[in-house]
Structure formats: C-alpha cells, structure tokens
C-alpha cells in the first residue's frame, strides 16, 4: 500500500523505503481488489453469548496432579506431557534467529555479583527440571535467567530490570520450583487426595510457598501456563486466581493444594480476607513481576496488604521483583523489603532488539484511516495480525468493519467480561481468528509466539504510555527472535510522539519517513545514532542521601564493577526490550481518551 494517505501538501510523503510487507506497487481505494488478495479465508462470526461449558478458563489448565502417594520421583504422565509441553518434533525453536544476542548487554549493580550460568547443564538442576527445561524447547539460558538461576539458587533477593520478552518468567520460576522440589513433600501443606468430594475442600487451606503477584489477568494466565509446565513432576502444584474469573472455581482448585500461586492484586487480597481457606504463613518466595505497573499510585495500600498482611514471617522470604523500569515507586518498595545484599540484574538496553521488526509509519488523515486499514490489510499475507487501537468503541468498531469486509477478526477491551476476554485470545492463538483488535490492555505482557504483524491503528497517546507502550507494542510481533513486521498510522495529532518515535526509527535503523526528518536531533546522522543508555534511576538512586540502596560496588567508580555481559556465538535473541524514552510511571493501557483509559479492568 502507499505509505501516505492524504500527507498535508507541504509534505509530501516521499519516503522510498516501501513498507517492507507491501505486496507489489501501491493502490489507492478506487484500484483495490474487490476481495483480500490473500486468503484469510471465512470469517468466523463471534458468538459472545455461547456458554458451553466444555470451554475452560485459564484458571483449569490441566497440571500435573498429586496427592502425596507416589515415591520420590513422579512418574512420567504421556497425555499431560503431550499437552503442556506439545508433539516432541515441535518443541525446539525451529526458524528463530538467535544471531543478535552478542548485542545484549546485562549489568549488575550493588555490593554482591554473580557469577552466570551458560547452559542449563551447567545450573545444577534436578534432573526432572533439567528434563522440562528441555521439553520447554529453551537450549540456551537467556541473558536474564543466565544471572537470575543462580541469584536465586544462592539464596539472594533480587531485583531484575527486564521487560516481558526477555525470559524473565523462567529465570525465576526455574530456580524457585529447583529449589523447593527436592524438600516438596517436606515443605507442602496437607492436602486432599483425589477422592475427597468438592464439598469437603473447604477443610483444606491453600499455604502457598510461591507467591507470583502481577498486574493483568492474561498476563497471570500466562505464567500460570508456565507454571505448569515447569510444575510438571516436581509435586509442586501451580494455581491461578484473577479477578473476572469464578471465584467458587479458583477457590476450590487452590483447595485442591496449591504450592504455587500466580496471581492480580485485587482477586489476591480478596482471597487473604478468607483466612479459613487461604493463608500465606508458609510462604517462601513472593515475585513482583511487572513492579512498575503493580506500583500505581492508585494501588498502594494493596500493595502494602499484599506484602505484610498474609501471615508470612518475614525472615523466611525472599523477595524477587521484576520491572520494566525502575521508578522511585519500586525503588521504595525495595528499600522496604528486599534484603540489604539483594542481587541487581539489568537488561541493558538493546538498541537493536527491534531489529527484527520492520516498522514503517504512515502518514494518514484521520478520516482516512480505515481506507488506509483495509488496504493494509489486503497487502499482508494471512498471518497473525494484533491491531492496536486506543478506545474501546474503536476496537468495537474497527473489528466490526473488519468482519464485514470479510475478515477473520476478534476483538478485546475492558468493557469485555473475562469470559470473553479469555475465549478472544484463544481464538487468536489458536488462529481461529488471526486478526485481533486490541486496546493497550494487551500490549503488555502478551506472548503469542507467532504474530506477523503489528497495526497500529492508533499510535499511543503520548500521555497514556507514549513511546513506551509503542516499544511494548510492536514487541508482540518479532518474538523470540522471529522476524515481524509494524506499520503505524501517523496522523496530525500525534505530533507529540513524533520525536520519540524518529528516535526510535533512528535507533532501530529503520527509514525515517519525510514528515518526520524534521524531528531528527541537529547535526545527528541516523545512521550513528544511539539513544544514551537509560540510567537516570539508578543515578537517582545514588543521590538518595542515606539510601540503604547506595551500593558503590567494588572500588571501580561509576557503575562499579558493572559485569557487562556481552558474548557472541551463543544462541539467543530478542530477549528484552529498550528501556525507551526512560518514562517510568505509566505503562496504563492507551486510552486515547481520558474516559476510556483501559486501567481499572487489569485487576
Ligand atoms: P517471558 O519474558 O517470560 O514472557 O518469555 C518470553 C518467551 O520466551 C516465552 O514464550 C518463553 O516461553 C520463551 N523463553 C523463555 N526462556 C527461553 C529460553 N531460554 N529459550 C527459548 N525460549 C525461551
């Protein structure tokens, strides 16, 4: 398609740097073909009202079960393994390009450093996990979980700044669950064996020893389903509880037994109100993930519920939080509860992690936009889309548009109840309908493996997550090292996020188009151009005066002793997200509009 849709006359758009997915020269409405060039095939109506009950929440994903009968070692179980972990030839990570990851930088900060690991032989893994690992289809250890496995595994607290995308779920669910796998049977709380009936659970509590806090249900979902897999043969059992999800439900799986507990602020403290049933005196670990957006000002007070009113003894935790960026806010909650020679890990800042995503941006008049779309569309092959947009009634009506041009679309927002939301995304993952309309609810967080293709509809407000959530936005595409590809709508009004973005084009070697040269920083060759490394906060934090955290390290100076990691040959790639634009604080969806800021229904 033409990389301009009506381009205000004293710009005319001449970029010559073709959207890299356009098929063939570009057409205007009046030249397009009357159908998708492409086959998206038949588009499937959504049948919101449909409640058959074969259809399971993320909440009733298949684990492994025990009821403490077995011996030490839990037998294999060949129906379970097929559904977590997938048909043996498909578990490697077939196509990825893992050619980038010399270019990852991790440093680590403060008095105590680690040694890494190189390979998961290498990580003293029980074999069981050993085992799973491999079946996960993860042959080399990410930069994050190269520093985390063995932080966690010596004993430490830790703070890891990394973005989803990176690995970050494993590097603490790996260690944590190795750890406790060898003392399960010592450690769990009396649980019911299988026979006993539903009613009678409520006899049992739930004790977790794992507690995993996060921000968004999908995203709770997620490391539910990861969980799972890396549950699997330990005795360890995961759990999950979000709000929107039945509560009667969750409660009676954490009944069940629950040793692992992935959950969202607001279902969590529902459920500590219930101390007959739920209790977290044996807990032994508690991850933060997503700390930043956990830390809204607005969620304070949970917060501060969730991480001293559960019984737990203090002395017996050990506090992980993982953060896209590291605002006052964390840095606090660190302070307050992370122990004084806690472990700090930082993915550095990659300018090239977008590298395998193409991104083009496009300029179009508002009015133009959905002519601009449809003719997007026509030009990409049949491959999973994510379509961003910024309001609820623009996802309503965008996947309306969609559907009755013929294709195979869903949609999500927070007006959408849980059910709905959790029946969109399967049908997105499952391919039944590869094309998703989507707030910024989905941007964060969100692993699906193989989307090709990025739409911003709307390009992030510059108020409401601005070029960060752009950053997190495109990154659902090229995951894992696969290549994607991001076409964005510019219009007049996102002039505000017009420097940022040329930044980031320019950081990312990507063509910067012509109505946008005139954000390109004095005297600057595109070519050249770095963005600093982001490290405003830890700077702040060194200017705490009597900061518990003011760890100078070693005597090196300035980021002293700085293990900067940097190795070339080894597998890996695409493993976090640059830090961009440094703005910590929000991260909330994208509400384009202040009345429809997608926030309240992530809890
Ligand atoms: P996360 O940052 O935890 O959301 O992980 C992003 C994706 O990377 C998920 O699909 C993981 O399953 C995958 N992943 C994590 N660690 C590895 C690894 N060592 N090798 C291959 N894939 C991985």
Same mark, same amino acid.
């Given at each position: 398609?033409?990389?301009?849709?009506?381009?205000?006359? &004293?710009?005319?758009?001449?970029?010559?740097?073709?959207?890299?997915?356009?098929?063939?020269?570009?057409?205007?409405?009046?030249?397009?073909? &009357?159908?998708?060039?492409?086959?998206?095939?038949?588009?499937?109506?959504?049948?919101?009202?449909?409640?058959?009950?074969?259809?399971?929440?993320?909440?009733?994903?298949?684990?492994?079960?025990?009821?403490?009968?077995?011996?030490?070692?839990?037998?294999?179980?060949?129906?379970?393994?097929?559904?977590?972990?997938?048909?043996?030839?498909?578990?490697?990570?077939?196509?990825?390009?893992?050619?980038?990851?010399?270019?990852?930088?991790?440093?680590?900060?403060?008095?105590?450093?680690?040694?890494?690991?190189?390979?998961?032989?290498?990580?003293?893994?029980?074999?069981?996990?050993?085992?799973?690992? &491999?079946?996960?289809?993860?042959?080399?250890?990410?930069?994050?979980?190269?520093?985390?496995?063995?932080?966690?595994?010596?004993?430490?607290?830790?703070?890891?700044?990394?973005?989803?995308?990176?690995?970050?779920?494993?590097?603490?669910?790996?260690?944590?669950?190795?750890?406790?796998?060898?003392?399960?049977?010592?450690?769990?709380?009396?649980?019911?064996?299988?026979?006993?009936?539903?009613?009678?659970?409520?006899?049992?509590?739930?004790?977790?020893?794992?507690?995993?806090?996060?921000?968004?249900?999908?995203?709770?979902?997620?490391?539910?389903?990861?969980?799972?897999?890396?549950?699997?043969?330990?005795?360890?059992?995961?759990?999950?509880?979000?709000?929107?999800?039945?509560?009667?439900?969750?409660?009676?799986?954490?009944?069940?037994?629950?040793?692992?507990?992935?959950?969202?602020?607001?279902?969590?403290?529902?459920?500590?109100?219930?101390?007959?049933?739920?209790?977290?005196?044996?807990?032994?670990?508690?991850?933060?993930?997503? #700390?930043?957006?956990?830390?809204?000002?607005?969620?304070?007070?949970?917060?501060?519920?969730?991480?001293?009113?559960?019984?737990?003894?203090?002395?017996?935790?050990?506090?992980?939080?993982?953060?896209?960026?590291?605002?006052?806010?964390?840095?606090?909650?660190?302070?307050?509860?992370?122990?004084?020679?806690?472990?700090?890990?930082?993915?550095?800042?990659?300018?090239?992690?977008?590298?395998?995503?193409?991104?083009?941006?496009?300029?179009?008049?508002?009015?133009?936009?959905?002519?601009?779309?449809?003719?997007?569309?026509?030009?990409?092959?049949?491959?999973?889309?994510?379509?961003?947009?910024?309001?609820?009634?623009?996802?309503?009506?965008?996947?309306?548009?969609?559907?009755?041009?013929?294709?195979?679309?869903?949609?999500?927002?927070?007006?959408?109840?849980?059910?709905?939301?959790?029946?969109?995304?399967?049908?997105?993952?499952?391919?039944?309908?590869?094309?998703?309309?989507?707030?910024?609810?989905?941007?964060?967080?969100?692993?699906?493996?193989?989307?090709?293709?990025?739409?911003?509809?709307?390009?992030?407000?510059?108020?409401?997550?601005?070029?960060?959530?752009?950053?997190?936005?495109?990154?659902?595409?090229?995951?894992?090292?696969?290549?994607?590809?991001?076409?964005?709508?510019?219009?007049?009004?996102?002039?505000?996020?017009?420097?940022?973005?040329?930044?980031?084009?320019?950081?990312?070697?990507?063509?910067?188009?012509?109505?946008?040269?005139?954000?390109?920083?004095?005297?600057?060759?595109?070519?050249?151009?770095?963005?600093?490394?982001?490290?405003?906060?830890?700077?702040?934090?060194?200017?705490?005066?009597?900061?518990?955290?003011?760890?100078?390290?070693?005597?090196?100076?300035?980021?002293?002793?700085?293990?900067?990691?940097?190795?070339?040959?080894?597998?890996?790639?695409?493993?976090?997200?640059?830090?961009?634009?440094?703005? #910590?604080?929000?991260?909330?969806?994208?509400?384009?509009?202040?009345?429809?800021?997608?926030?309240?229904?992530?809890?």
């Amino acid at each position: 398609m033409s990389d301009s849709w009506g381009a205000p006359e &004293e710009n005319p758009v001449a970029n010559p740097a073709a959207p890299s997915h356009a098929a063939g020269p570009s057409t205007t409405a009046a030249q397009r073909p &009357e159908g998708p060039v492409a086959d998206w095939g038949q588009p499937v109506a959504f049948d919101y009202t449909e409640t058959d009950v074969d259809r399971q929440w993320g909440s009733n994903g298949a684990i492994y079960e025990w009821d403490g009968e077995e011996g030490d070692v839990a037998p294999v179980n060949p129906e379970l393994e097929l559904q977590l972990f997938g048909s043996p030839d498909k578990r490697h990570c077939a196509g990825v390009d893992f050619s980038k990851i010399a270019e990852i930088s991790v440093s680590q900060e403060g008095e105590h450093r680690i040694v890494p690991i190189f390979k998961f032989k290498d990580a003293g893994l029980h074999p069981i996990m050993l085992k799973n690992v &491999e079946m996960a289809g993860y042959q080399t250890p990410t930069p994050i979980q190269k520093y985390c496995i063995p932080a966690i595994k010596m004993g430490y607290d830790l703070i890891a700044i990394a973005q989803t995308g990176s690995g970050k779920t494993a590097a603490y669910l790996i260690p944590i669950l190795n750890e406790l796998m060898g003392k399960a049977k010592k450690l769990v709380a009396r649980r019911p064996v299988s026979e006993v009936p539903r009613s009678n659970l409520a006899n049992f509590r739930a004790e977790p020893l794992v507690l995993i806090v996060c921000p968004a249900r999908e995203l709770a979902i997620q490391i539910f389903d990861e969980a799972r897999r890396f549950c699997y043969r330990t005795l360890l059992r995961p759990c999950v509880v979000y709000g929107g999800g039945p509560i009667q439900e969750q409660l009676q799986q954490i009944g069940r037994g629950c040793d692992v507990l992935v959950a969202t602020p607001g279902r969590l403290i529902d459920i500590m109100q219930r101390s007959h049933l739920f209790t977290l005196r044996r807990l032994r670990y508690m991850v933060i993930d997503e #700390a930043d957006e956990m830390l809204d000002a607005d969620w304070h007070e949970e917060f501060e519920q969730i991480l001293v009113g559960g019984e737990q003894e203090q002395g017996n935790v050990k506090y992980m939080l993982f953060s896209a960026t590291f605002p006052g806010a964390v840095r606090a909650v660190a302070r307050e509860y992370l122990a004084m020679n806690h472990i700090r890990v930082r993915v550095g800042r990659i300018g090239s992690t977008h590298a395998n995503i193409s991104q083009d941006v496009i300029f179009v008049k508002q009015e133009l936009k959905r002519e601009a779309l449809i003719d997007l569309m026509y030009s990409l092959d049949p491959a999973r889309t994510i379509i961003f947009v910024n309001s609820k009634r623009t996802a309503d009506e965008i996947d309306d548009y969609l559907f009755h041009k013929g294709m195979p679309c869903t949609s999500m927002h927070s007006d959408r109840t849980q059910r709905e939301r959790e029946d969109a995304m399967r049908a997105f993952r499952s391919g039944r309908t590869p094309i998703l309309v989507a707030t910024g609810i989905t941007s964060r967080g969100i692993d699906v493996r193989n989307v090709r293709y990025v739409v911003n509809y709307d390009l992030p407000n510059a108020d409401h997550g601005g070029i960060q959530e752009y950053v997190h936005r495109i990154g659902r595409t090229g995951r894992i090292g696969y290549t994607g590809s991001a076409t964005s709508f510019y219009t007049e009004r996102d002039e505000p996020l017009a420097e940022d973005l040329t930044k980031i084009l320019m950081e990312t070697r990507q063509p910067v188009p012509d109505f946008l040269q005139q954000y390109i920083p004095e005297g600057v060759d595109p070519k050249e151009f770095k963005m600093e490394d982001d490290t405003s906060d830890i700077e702040d934090q060194a200017g705490d005066a009597g900061d518990a955290w003011q760890t100078n390290g070693p005597q090196d100076g300035q980021n002293a002793g700085a293990n900067s990691w940097a190795s070339g040959g080894d597998a890996g790639d695409g493993w976090g997200a640059p830090n961009a634009g440094g703005t #910590a604080e929000d991260g909330w969806g994208s509400g384009g509009n202040s009345n429809n800021v997608d926030q309240d229904d992530n809890w």
